[in-house]
């Protein structure tokens, strides 16, 4: 069975940083992308970047430049540097990982529970 525990959310004032991380575990043969996203009250789950097992990058236009991903392949775990937040970056950051897990011959999209990022102003 594989599980994303996520970690690192929490208050900041606008102009802040936080850091996520997110660590998969279980029988997983492939990681073929890991990423973020997240859904602000009332609106859409939108990706907010994401990282291929090959190390391309895809940012969403809003956090670039702000926002770094970055993985580590050995402890299969996702970072997300989160620099000059904004009252609207507040959402539910969720861990999202494609992957290959042994007893399966196609790619799953796993997600984890959440973590709620709040940015006052």
């Known amino acids: 069975q594989v599980q994303l525990v996520e970690s690192g959310g929490g208050l900041v004032q606008a102009g802040g940083s936080l850091r996520l991380s997110c660590a998969a575990s279980?029988?997983?043969?492939?990681?073929?992308?890991m990423g973020w996203y997240r859904q602000a009250p009332g609106k859409q789950r939108e990706l907010v970047a994401a990282?291929?097992?090959?190390?391309?990058?895809n940012y969403s236009d809003s956090v670039k430049g702000r926002f770094t991903i970055s993985k580590d392949n050995a402890k299969n775990t996702v970072y997300l540097q989160m620099n000059s937040l904004k009252p609207e970056d507040t959402a539910v950051y969720y861990c999202?990982?494609?992957?290959?897990?042994?007893?399966?011959?196609?790619?799953?999209?796993?997600w984890g529970k959440g973590t709620l990022v709040t940015v006052s102003s």
């Open positions: 279980g029988n997983i043969v492939t990681t073929n992308a």
């Open positions: 999202n990982a494609n992957l290959l897990v042994a007893g399966k011959y196609y790619n799953i999209d796993y």
């Open positions: 990282i291929t097992g090959g190390g391309r990058i």
